[in-house]
């Protein structure tokens, strides 16, 4: 088995190569610490949007969970997601949903409306 990943957790971009003798070509922990997580359990950052319940000019509100998610529940996240309505003003960084089906992770509005 050899395996290919790009490490996403700064600018630089390794090509991390994986094969049965292990995991080479990071140039740091983090990307170590990655490639490790990419294989064993991926997780992601969602973003997305939420709709308004008091349209005037924007009808959503973007929106970003605050810690990755396992990739396996994103579907089931956006599920959740789909049913909140939020109701003007909405404040940056204001809390979406608290704990989203029982992560730990919370989904946060990225952008202020008035």
């Not at 294989?39 to 005037?56: A, D, E, G, Q």
């Not at 003007?88 to 919370?106: K, Y």
């Amino acid at each position: 088995m050899e395996k290919e990943m790009i490490c996403i957790c700064c600018p630089r971009g390794c090509h991390i190569l994986v094969n049965d003798q292990g995991i080479f070509n990071y140039s740091c922990p983090r990307g170590l610490q990655y490639a490790k997580d990419e294989l064993t359990h991926p997780k992601r950052v969602l973003t997305t949007s939420v709709k308004i319940k008091n349209p005037i000019d924007i009808y959503v509100v973007p929106c970003k969970s605050d810690k990755p998610l396992p990739k396996e529940m994103i579907f089931d996240v956006l599920k959740e997601i789909n049913k909140v309505e939020l109701t003007r003003p909405i404040a940056m960084h204001q809390i979406v949903i608290e704990n989203v089906l029982n992560t730990g992770v919370n989904i946060v509005a990225t952008k202020e409306i008035k």
